[in-house]
């Protein structure tokens, strides 16, 4: 008999098959489009909104990555977080949050790949590349990934592994409690949600290792900082993050 997480994982992988057969059949009947300003000819983010994304250029705080002419910001002068620093590909607004909302919330998965070619773009001048043995997406809960049928942060992650050559390990994080939507909380209690929510299932994958973070949204930190504060626990050499957008 099936029970806890095999149920899961069972009932998961039934759905995802329906979704994904039903996928290619609307496919067929109505040609992918743009999900942010509906245009049919470009795919599921054209040109247009691409271009439209305000992308994060240096100068940028060096500890949590938000446009800033000092070398760190005002709030991370006040605040110590568990991670070395946090780079993020673009500003959290218009074309990019839009399309993230449709990934997270409508259940555009395809909208992942030409999300995650914004992170490989950016990549190279975030000062990241080469300081990251291994990529560890942030997870989501189990009732979550039933409902929604993916990790955003998971898919992210490993098209940008595929892309970068870094390793991705999806399965080191697990989220232990539920927590309310990080996005629905005021900012000052966003770290107390998420303390004691994940944990490490497989230290061994990232023992001595540099570890870098993926997530969807960088807001004010206390997901990456809670995931940098057990991933160091269990034995990680450092831990950097790099996020698709950044609410600044």
């Not at 490993?158 to 990080?182: D, F, H, M, W, Y």
Request: aromatic share 6%.
């Amino acid at each position: 008999m099936l029970k806890g997480g095999w149920l899961v994982i069972y009932v998961r992988t039934a759905l995802c098959a329906i979704r994904d057969l039903c996928s290619g059949i609307l496919d067929l009947i109505y040609p992918p489009h743009c999900v942010v300003c509906r245009d049919a000819d470009h795919g599921y983010l054209c040109p247009k909104c691409v271009a439209s994304i305000t992308l994060i250029e240096p100068p940028v705080c060096y500890k949590c990555g938000t446009p800033c002419q000092a070398f760190m910001c005002d709030e991370c002068y006040r605040r110590e977080y568990a991670f070395e620093c946090a780079r993020s590909a673009g500003v959290f607004g218009g074309a990019l949050r839009d399309a993230i909302h449709a990934l997270k919330y409508r259940n555009h998965e395809a909208v992942a790949e030409p999300l995650a070619e914004i992170m490989v773009r950016r990549f190279a001048g975030t000062g990241l590349a080469r300081t990251a043995d291994v990529l560890v997406p942030i997870p989501i809960h189990a009732s979550r990934l039933l409902e929604r049928g993916f990790n955003q942060s998971e898919l992210l992650a490993r098209i940008l592994s595929r892309r970068i050559g870094v390793p991705n390990e999806p399965k080191v994080l697990c989220k232990v409690r539920k927590t309310a939507q990080q996005a629905d909380l005021p900012p000052d209690e966003r770290a107390l949600n998420v303390a004691g929510s994940l944990a490490v299932r497989h230290s061994d994958r990232i023992a001595g290792k540099r570890v870098l973070l993926i997530d969807d949204v960088f807001t004010t930190g206390s997901t990456l900082d809670e995931a940098a504060r057990v991933l160091l626990a269990a034995g990680a050499e450092q831990v950097r993050a790099y996020t698709l957008a950044r609410s600044v």
